[in-house]
């Protein structure tokens, strides 16, 4: 499966999820200097390979004749300050929520770690402008994942794949979240906690064999 197949792919996946609405949510994945991206205004699901545009690093069009997404300029500055090779920016339901009313989301289930812990909520700024680049990237430091106050999440990862599957744990987290607001207040795991689940994973327990 080429780049531009894998956006497609993910880009169904993504709405039959819930993840994005509308032509909301856009996604990318970097090979070399070479970066496959959802074009502007389009629906995720109703994708073609030939409808997703190429631009390079600095944001130059190299293949396609759809404009690329608006947020490529947020895509572009992801990749040119961490090691990600995918980036997956989503509307979901809850993680709007939590972005809309808070600084961050806490560590409520040790699944966060897979995303770095604790996650930033990036100060809002209008779409596709490089304040919000900034922002974003800014939150995304050491993490996996990031909320945009009053606008969505990202997540990046090493395939699309990944990032997809960061962008799924990120709404799980945030549905927990909300939805523990609603009987009480969700308990935060304590850095300790974080670090045993840490040194649990590193050093699995071993049954013997009979």
Same mark, same amino acid.
């Given at each position: 499966?080429?780049?531009?197949?894998?956006?497609?792919?993910?880009?169904?996946?993504? @709405?039959?999820?819930?993840?994005?609405?509308?032509?909301?949510?856009?996604?990318?994945?970097?090979?070399?200097?070479?970066?496959?991206?959802?074009?502007?205004?389009?629906?995720? /699901?109703?994708?073609?390979?030939?409808?997703?545009?190429?631009? /390079?690093?600095?944001?130059?069009?190299?293949?396609?004749?759809?404009?690329?997404?608006?947020?490529?300029?947020?895509?572009?500055?992801?990749?040119?300050?961490?090691?990600?090779?995918?980036?997956?920016?989503?509307?979901?339901?809850?993680?709007?929520?939590?972005?809309?009313?808070?600084?961050?989301?806490?560590?409520?289930?040790?699944?966060?770690?897979? &995303?770095?812990?604790?996650?930033?909520?990036?100060?809002?700024?209008?779409?596709?402008?490089?304040?919000?680049?900034?922002? @974003?990237?800014?939150?995304?430091?050491?993490?996996?994942?990031?909320?945009?106050?009053?606008? #969505?999440?990202?997540?990046? #990862?090493?395939?699309?794949?990944?990032?997809?599957?960061?962008?799924? &744990?990120?709404?799980?987290?945030?549905? @927990?979240? @909300?939805?523990?607001?609603?009987? #009480?207040?969700?308990?935060?795991?304590?850095?300790?906690?974080?670090?045993?689940?840490?040194?649990?994973?590193?050093?699995?327990?071993?049954?013997?064999?009979?």
């Amino acid at each position: 499966m080429n780049l531009r197949e894998e956006l497609c792919a993910y880009g169904r996946r993504a @709405v039959e999820l819930g993840l994005v609405i509308g032509t909301s949510g856009n996604l990318s994945v970097r090979d070399g200097d070479r970066v496959a991206v959802t074009p502007s205004g389009a629906a995720l /699901d109703r994708l073609t390979p030939d409808m997703c545009p190429v631009v /390079d690093v600095e944001g130059f069009l190299l293949e396609g004749e759809l404009q690329p997404s608006s947020e490529t300029p947020m895509h572009l500055a992801i990749y040119e300050t961490t090691d990600a090779r995918a980036v997956v920016h989503t509307h979901s339901m809850f993680g709007t929520v939590v972005a809309t009313t808070m600084t961050e989301l806490p560590p409520v289930h040790y699944n966060a770690l897979t &995303l770095g812990g604790t996650v930033k909520v990036a100060p809002y700024a209008t779409y596709g402008t490089p304040e919000l680049a900034a922002g @974003v990237r800014e939150a995304l430091a050491g993490k996996r994942a990031a909320l945009m106050a009053n606008h #969505g999440g990202v997540t990046i #990862g090493a395939t699309l794949e990944e990032a997809f599957e960061a962008a799924r &744990l990120l709404e799980w987290l945030c549905e @927990v979240y @909300v939805r523990g607001l609603g009987v #009480g207040r969700p308990a935060v795991l304590t850095e300790d906690q974080l670090a045993a689940v840490v040194e649990r994973a590193l050093n699995p327990p071993r049954f013997p064999r009979r």
